[in-house]
Nanobody, 116 residues
Framework: QVQLVESGGGLVQPGGSLRLSCAAS????????MSWYRQIPGKERELVAT????????NYADSVKGRFTISRDNAKNTVYLQMNSLKAEDTAVYYC?????????WGQGTQVTVSS
């Protein structure tokens, strides 16, 4: 079945950087819009960034604009989230999402903790 596997999370100090990766398998990766979401316990899942199927267009939550960059490599079936200038409020579980028409898939999540 379809698998989305996130990696790259961890503990980082405020102002630091992390790069998340999401490797997809068993789907036609290049036709899917790919997104990163995040969730804090007790709160709704929040859309962080989206990249279109061809990679030509991206969108970001206002809270991460100018600090985070989403990109994809269709040859490697992988989407990335480069996170710079991290803040304590970026602490969350980050989820990868693939969406095309009615098809919608999620990864298991990776924890990002920003703390000194």
């Amino acid at each position: 079945q379809v698998q989305l596997v996130e990696s790259g999370g961890g503990l980082v100090q405020p102002g630091g950087s992390l790069r998340l990766s999401c490797a997809a398998s068993k789907l036609s990766f290049s036709i899917y819009a790919m997104s990163w979401y995040r969730q804090i316990p007790g709160k709704e899942r929040e859309l962080v960034a989206t990249v279109t199927s061809g990679g030509g267009s991206t969108n970001y939550a206002d809270s991460v604009k100018g600090r985070f960059t989403i990109s994809r490599d269709n040859a490697k079936n992988t989407v990335y989230l480069q996170m710079n200038s991290l803040k304590a409020e970026d602490t969350a579980v980050y989820y990868c999402n693939a969406q095309w028409l009615r098809f919608d898939y999620w990864g298991q999540g990776t924890q990002v903790t920003v703390s000194s």
